[in-house]
């Protein structure tokens, strides 16, 4: 996008000319296809894929899509929770975390670095989960 031929105008297709707004504009455009390549290849650890069928390829991207929605949509929900953190920071952080539950008892135990039982409860009342509902209390 950064080398596109200058304008006073814009063409009717943006190769042959363009203005400086159309430019930087479309270069804006590009951040949301290009984020979630970024996520793939370092976020969620897609380093290589090999797939034989087309039917496979369309499957994954569309995994992938939603993948990236989803960690977008997340990253919003710290971001508005005041979080000061990123989806891939709170996956980092809480990577080695365990969380065991004794289901007779009611008795949870989360086993991970000091704090990270209030930082789960952090983004739980960020993401608007119920720990409960989920580990099945």
Same mark, same amino acid.
């Given at each position: ?5 200058? $304008? ?9 000319? $363009? ?15 290009? =984020? ?15 797939? =034989?069928?087309?039917?496979?390829? $369309? ?35 809480? =990577? ?19 704090? $990270?039982?209030? &930082?789960? &409860? ?16």
């Amino acid at each position: 996008m950064t080398n596109l031929p200058r $304008a006073n105008e814009d063409a009717g297709n943006i190769r042959f000319g $363009a203005t400086a707004d159309t430019v930087v504009r479309t270069y804006l455009d590009e951040y949301k296809p290009e =984020h979630v390549f970024r996520l793939l290849k370092s976020g969620i650890g897609m380093d290589k894929v090999y797939l =034989h069928r087309g039917s496979r390829v $369309a499957a994954m991207f569309f995994i992938a899509g939603v993948a990236g929605t989803l960690l977008s949509v997340m990253d919003e929900m710290l971001r508005r929770g005041n979080a000061d953190m990123t989806t891939y920071r709170m996956r980092l952080g809480l =990577h080695d975390t365990t969380v065991r539950v004794k289901r007779t008892t009611g008795y949870t135990y989360i086993d991970g670095h000091p704090g $990270a039982g209030a &930082e789960i &409860e952090s983004y739980c009342r960020i993401f608007g989960l119920e720990p409960e509902l989920m580990l099945g209390m």
